[in-house]
């Protein structure tokens, strides 16, 4: 099943929380939509779901116009963030609630049923806790549930709404690697909404960054983290130093001392600059681009985190290897091994 | 006794509390109560039997019970769709009619009683075109089912609008993604996980109205056999000082209301066993 999104548009009183959004899902795709709070991917997942209505644009499946259809007949399977499992009935019957509700002439035998919920309790590997209430199981096991139940009615599209956003952080980590494993299995159309950037880049075939109601870019994880489009997914996606630049005459200055970086190409004006913290090269005195004091260093695993008082007035946290010999009070010239220049303040 | 007093806590004060509500409860309700079952007791089995089988108290119970009965299941029925819409939806003056369930509550029976009679009277305002179908409610059992829901229902509302309250909307969504429609949603999801919350509202109104007096003898007409409340005629017989005979239907609904309301108990305990702790 193929999604398109076009120039979708959804406001809540003066906020835009979704302000013209454009999306190609592809068959059999896991995508993620990755953003801040606020950014208008829920609302999307939300939309696509039939829970929510746009303003205006477009949302098709296979071609076919999905905003005609209500969320009952889109047979979209939907998983939330706080599960929504229901309370009165146990797993079994909360997977089974999907075959029991269809309309009589469809609607499979109890045998049949039993059969189905018992293999998709098999396939989240929790086939020993059928009798239970959701009150009765952890939060991973209610999620586990809680997806089960999406898929028992044969969705065409699985959405996925912040779905390990309520766990912690090692149940998180394994969720994670399970849901790519099972999406390999089943091989749906997916699309799930996180903040964290880790879950995205791990999980997801595609990632989609998202800030304000506006996609921001769209790429294999790769390519967010390592071509970011926009300053926002430079500083959104991975740990970046962002310096206050001004870019003239074919120079980039940081307050009033010029840097030796190419400005090829680049508006005049005030721009930002980035650099992955790991991408600063540390030398002696006057051999790079910055040159700064070391304030203070602390081990961090496999690195070493130091901070520095830039010439120039910023202060700035570098990565360098364990090897390094760093001190406070050391001055070091620094040079960026990769860094992107984003015009606007 | 002393194990369970012994045995540390970490919140003191079982001993006092404990002590506490069972004297309270002693005096309050239990010594008042069994004073009532002593009186009876004047009375000889036959004469019991010969007060309780008498045509008057037998058709005042049959009122009292059977239209307070009648009356909380209406109330069931409206109290839910009212909290559904308090809750659920915002709409202008939702407050204001918020406060205006809790009315039968505050106000003196005796008002309510005095203002629905004016009202359902054959020329009251609704009283009148009522008439002018042939339905006449003022001074008959009708009236009495009327008084009876009007204060019932603040019951009903208060009983399960914080449980609603509590109860995720995502649930209804997820129902209808799995394909529910609207009325196996409610059928299948929202009825049962406020199925215990909607029986206890039930026993409270129902308890009310079967021990109303005040509204109920101004609407009533309080005509014997047809529109008398088994309390109105505990009055009657006090008046006359056949005090015994009082008491008699007096334990006869006790012990009624008691069974009832103990069986609804339990219906809701059942019901909340399904639903383990959150």
């Keep these: 099943m193929t999604i398109e999104v076009r120039n979708l548009v959804k406001k809540f009183g003066s906020f835009a929380a979704l302000d013209?959004?454009?999306?190609?899902?592809?068959?059999?795709?896991?995508?993620?939509?990755?953003?801040?709070?606020?950014?208008?991917?829920?609302?999307?997942?939300?939309?696509?779901?039939?829970?929510?209505?746009?303003?205006?644009?477009?949302?098709?499946?296979?071609?076919?116009?999905?905003?005609?259809?209500?969320?009952?007949?889109?047979?979209?399977?939907?998983?939330?963030?706080?599960?929504?499992?229901?309370?009165?009935?146990?797993?079994?019957?909360?997977?089974?609630?999907?075959?029991?509700?269809?309309?009589?002439?469809?609607?499979?035998?109890?045998?049949?049923?039993?059969?189905?919920?018992?293999?998709?309790?098999?396939?989240?590997?929790?086939?020993?806790?059928?009798?239970?209430?959701?009150?009765?199981?952890?939060?991973?096991?209610?999620?586990?549930?809680?997806?089960?139940?999406?898929?028992?009615?044969?969705?065409?599209?699985?959405?996925?709404?912040?779905?390990?956003?309520?766990?912690?952080?090692?149940?998180?980590?394994?969720?994670?690697?399970?849901?790519?494993?099972?999406?390999?299995?089943?091989?749906?159309?997916?699309?799930?909404?996180?903040?964290?950037?880790?879950?995205?880049?791990?999980?997801?075939?595609?990632?989609?960054?998202?800030?304000?109601?506006?996609?921001?870019?769209?790429?294999s994880p790769n390519d967010v983290y390592e071509s970011p489009a926009t300053a926002f997914v430079h500083g959104f996606i991975g740990e970046s130093i962002e310096l206050p630049v001004q870019v003239e005459g074919g120079l980039v200055r940081l307050g009033d001392r010029p840097l030796t970086l190419a400005a090829d190409g680049l508006a005049p004006g005030a721009s930002k600059l980035f650099v992955r913290r790991h991408d600063m090269l540390i030398g002696p005195p006057g051999s790079g681009a910055f040159e700064g004091a070391v304030q203070h260093v602390r081990n961090f695993g496999p690195v070493q985190r130091a901070e520095i008082a830039l010439l120039g007035g910023e202060t700035i946290e570098i990565d360098a290897p364990r090897d390094k010999e760093l001190r406070a009070g050391d001055t070091i010239g620094l040079n960026p091994r990769r860094y992107r220049i984003f015009a606007g303040a | 006794m002393s194990a369970i007093a012994v045995r540390r806590r970490t919140l003191p004060g079982f001993g006092l509390t404990m002590g506490l509500t069972l004297s309270w409860l002693s005096v309050i309700i239990l010594i008042p109560l069994a004073g009532l079952f002593l009186k009876s007791f004047e009375l000889s089995p036959e004469q019991l039997w010969a007060i309780l089988s008498s045509r008057r108290t037998l058709n005042a119970l049959r009122v009292s019970f059977g239209l307070a009965f009648a009356a909380a299941c209406v109330n069931l029925v409206m109290g839910s769709i009212i909290v559904w819409a308090l809750?659920?939806?915002?709409?202008?003056?939702?407050?204001?009619?918020?406060?205006?369930?809790?009315?039968?509550?505050?106000?003196?029976?005796?008002?309510?009683?005095?203002?629905?009679?004016?009202?359902?009277?054959?020329?009251?305002?609704?009283?009148?075109?009522?008439?002018?179908?042939?339905?006449?409610?003022?001074?008959?059992?009708?009236?009495?089912?009327?008084?009876?829901?009007?204060?019932?229902?603040?019951?009903?509302?208060?009983?399960?609008?914080?449980?609603?309250?509590?109860?995720?909307?995502?649930?209804?969504?997820?129902?209808?993604?799995?394909?529910?429609?609207?009325?196996?949603?409610?059928?299948?999801?929202?009825?049962?996980?406020?199925?215990?919350?909607?029986?206890?509202?039930?026993?409270?109104?129902?308890?009310?109205?079967?021990?109303?007096?005040?509204?109920?003898?101004?609407?009533?007409?309080?005509?014997?056999?047809?529109?008398?409340?088994?309390?109105?005629?505990?009055?009657?017989?006090?008046?006359?000082?056949?005090?015994?005979?009082?008491?008699?239907?007096?334990?006869?609904?006790l012990v009624v209301s008691f069974v009832i309301i103990f069986a609804v108990n339990r219906l809701q305990r059942w019901a909340q066993n399904r639903i383990p702790a959150r």
């Design chain 2, 87 to 253: 809750v659920r939806y915002r709409f202008p003056g939702r407050r204001l009619f918020d406060a205006i369930v809790d009315v039968p509550f505050a106000l003196p029976t005796a008002v309510a009683g005095v203002a629905l009679t004016s009202l359902f009277a054959e020329k009251g305002w609704l009283g009148a075109p009522l008439a002018a179908l042939g339905i006449k409610v003022a001074f008959t059992p009708l009236g009495i089912f009327v008084a009876m829901i009007f204060i019932g229902i603040p019951f009903v509302v208060r009983t399960v609008q914080p449980v609603l309250q509590d109860l995720d909307p995502e649930i209804e969504e997820a129902a209808g993604s799995l394909g529910a429609s609207r009325w196996q949603t409610i059928i299948r999801v929202i009825l049962p996980s406020l199925a215990p919350a909607l029986l206890t509202g039930l026993a409270l109104a129902f308890a009310r109205a079967v021990g109303e007096y005040g509204s109920v003898i101004f609407i009533a007409g309080n005509l014997p056999n047809v529109s008398e409340i088994a309390p109105l005629l505990i009055v009657i017989r006090l008046s006359e000082f056949r005090y015994a005979d009082a008491t008699a239907i007096a334990v006869v609904m």
């Design chain 1, 20 to 219: 013209g959004v454009d999306l190609k899902v592809d068959n059999g795709e896991l995508l993620a939509l990755l953003g801040p709070s606020g950014s208008g991917k829920t609302t999307l997942l939300r939309i696509i779901a039939g829970l929510d209505w746009p303003d205006s644009g477009e949302v098709a499946f296979n071609g076919e116009d999905a905003l005609a259809q209500g969320a009952r007949e889109r047979h979209v399977g939907f998983v939330f963030q706080h599960y929504a499992l229901f309370r009165h009935m146990t797993v079994f019957e909360n997977i089974a609630f999907g075959l029991r509700v269809q309309p009589r002439a469809i609607r499979k035998d109890e045998a049949t049923i039993r059969v189905r919920v018992k293999e998709l309790l098999d396939l989240v590997q929790l086939d020993w806790l059928a009798d239970r209430y959701p009150s009765q199981l952890s939060g991973g096991q209610r999620q586990r549930i809680a997806l089960a139940r999406a898929l028992a009615i044969e969705p065409r599209i699985l959405l996925l709404d912040e779905p390990f956003g309520a766990l912690d952080a090692k149940v998180r980590k394994e969720l994670r690697k399970w849901l790519r494993s099972l999406h390999h299995e089943i091989n749906v159309t997916s699309i799930f909404v996180t903040h964290d950037q880790e879950e995205a880049l791990e999980v997801a075939n595609r990632v989609v960054v998202m800030d304000k109601g506006k996609i921001e870019q769209i790429g």
